[in-house]
């Protein structure tokens, strides 16, 4: 059975979470502790991911990090949502990258800060992540106006990926997604409604923190 080593904070791993119930692929969930630094210890970085993060992935003797790569990793062994062709595929892998370097990027770094960071966010510093934040999610609102899922008719492992953070209590960012962006908000309805979606702290294990500022 495949391992998912996971907390339910975590965004990146619920991407994963999310394709795996989907897919209808068995997994196992593995709690990581990051909150109290179980990654940042050497072991962890020897043993588990050198890059001190998780979603890792176990599948056998196969172990996989970065969300992405496991996402690509799901969709060509199991023959689903990886894109019917090699245009296709390119489509997807470009907008998985835009999602790790600025749709999800963004928004991740600003909730951590305004839920789970140490002390209260500077606010010149969240104005800033705010204006990316509102450029990256108007290109995806502006793509998905004619469209039901990000290559078309059919959800890919792309959706998954840019989905994932979205799913979260809106108080944990305070930004108002759905208010905001009501092709976004139909996007995630028709994911939601999906055989298999559950919300991230329904199907990842540790508990749940209330935003700190």
Not at 139 to 154: D, S
Not at 167 to 196: K, M, T
Request: aromatic letters at 14%; a negative charge.
């Amino acid at each position: 059975m495949l391992k998912l080593h996971c907390f339910g904070q975590s965004g990146n791993s619920y991407k994963v979470a999310l394709a795996l119930r989907v897919m209808n692929i068995p997994w196992q969930a593995e709690f990581v502790d990051y909150m109290h630094g179980a990654t940042r210890g050497d072991d962890w970085r020897e043993t588990a991911n050198e890059m001190g993060e998780v979603p890792v992935l176990e599948d056998g003797d196969i172990k996989l990090t970065q969300s992405g790569v496991i996402l690509h990793y799901l969709a060509d062994k199991y023959a689903v949502y990886g894109g019917n062709d090699e245009a296709e595929k390119r489509e997807i892998l470009r907008w998985i990258l835009f999602d790790n370097h600025k749709f999800t990027s963004y928004f991740a770094t600003y909730r951590f800060m305004k839920s789970f960071g140490p002390a209260a966010p500077d606010i010149t510093l969240m104005n800033w992540l705010r204006s990316r934040m509102d450029a990256a999610f108007s290109i995806v609102e502006k793509h998905l106006e004619n469209r039901a899922f990000l290559l078309g008719e059919q959800i890919s492992i792309a959706d998954f990926s840019l989905c994932a953070y979205l799913f979260y209590p809106e108080n944990e960012s305070a930004y108002g997604v759905r208010e905001r962006y009501p092709h976004i908000a139909a996007w995630l309805d028709r994911i939601q409604a999906l055989p298999g979606w559950a919300g991230p702290y329904d199907i990842m294990p540790g508990d749940y923190i209330a935003p700190k500022w």
